[in-house]
């Protein structure tokens, strides 16, 4: 009976972080037009490029070898297996969970970000090849304070096992109003706003000298765009939930069955109202040239700098 929970629980968690993943984009792109007065486009409109992307052919640059077809597909897989091994839904221990922790969740982040920087090289394209360097120069940081911030969180609840981090600060409100927690909370915050590309940039999109994450995709096309778009919104969710479920809002979660069932609808207000914080910030602030994406890195970096010496100080 605990193995056919456990499968369940696996299954209800994968599959909802795959097909969920589109539709939390869908939803932001759709508040912030709102926000913008405009009409928006529908909720799944997601999931409408990616149906209509498959359906398409797919072109691969001349001179390009096999690295450039098939890293879509593997950093997708490592995108699904990130969503078993931490808490994005089911606040317990599920398969897989065991096969890595928060310092191998981040490096298996890190890991992906190197496949599609690879891959966007080997198109041999000039856009590619400028996006890369600007993502290789802020990557140091940004990924820095990534795997800082998760040595620091292990310090502090004496584990490295994100499911029994989060069982712990449920078990221990106090600890999620500590300055150590708060530092934590800020360099993670920062960081998910600049995988997610939610740093307000005066020049972004699909403009050429603003491009960073839209470059890799530059020379992709039909299937294997499909696959790199949808994996960048499971990215999305994946870091999102880890913002929520470790260091925002790790309370709410059911882990007994069949009542983990409700974690799927706590786990959509949880996204809405951090939805709602990210627009906010998204489009009240003012926009940032794109040079100075390394001063804010710099102080997230410093945050999770900071975190650790606190966390070790107090440990």
Request: net charge neutral; with cysteine; glycine share 6%.
């Amino acid at each position: 009976m605990k193995l056919l929970t456990l499968i369940l629980e696996t299954a209800v968690q994968f599959i909802f972080v795959i097909l969920s993943a589109p539709l939390f984009a869908g939803i932001f792109a759709r508040f912030k037009a709102r926000v913008e007065s405009r009409r928006g486009p529908s909720i799944f409109q997601p999931y409408y490029d990616i149906f209509k992307l498959l359906k398409k052919e797919t072109l691969v640059p001349d001179g390009s070898s096999i690295l450039f077809r098939y890293v879509p597909y593997v950093a997708f897989g490592v995108y699904c297996l990130i969503a078993l091994i931490i808490p994005v839904l089911i606040p317990v221990p599920i398969i897989f969970t065991a096969s890595a922790d928060f310092l191998g969740g981040a490096i298996l982040f890190s890991f992906a970000a190197f496949l599609k920087m690879a891959a966007a090289m080997d198109s041999g394209s000039n856009l590619a090849a400028m996006g890369v360097s600007r993502l290789a120069s802020f990557n140091f940081l940004g990924e820095g304070a990534l795997i800082t911030v998760f040595i620091a969180v292990s310090l502090i609840t004496g584990t490295d096992n994100p499911y029994t981090t989060n069982q712990y600060l449920v078990s221990n409100p106090s600890a999620n109003i500590t300055l150590v927690h708060v530092f934590a909370t800020l360099a993670f915050f920062m960081i998910f706003l600049y995988e997610t590309g939610k740093i307000p940039l005066e020049s972004s999109g699909l403009q050429e000298l603003g491009m960073i994450d839209e470059s890799l995709n530059y020379e992709y096309s039909g299937r294997l765009l499909a696959v790199n778009k949808w994996s960048s919104y499971i990215k999305q969710y994946l870091l999102g939930s880890v913002l929520l479920n470790v260091f925002l809002f790790p309370w709410g979660l059911f882990s007994t069955s069949p009542y983990f069932l409700l974690d799927i609808p706590v786990m959509i207000g949880k996204w809405l109202l951090l939805i709602f914080i990210v627009m906010i910030i998204e489009t009240t602030l003012a926009k940032v040239r794109l040079f100075k994406i390394l001063d804010y890195l710099a102080v997230a970096f410093t945050f999770s700098i900071l975190f650790l010496l606190l966390s070790e100080v107090m440990h």
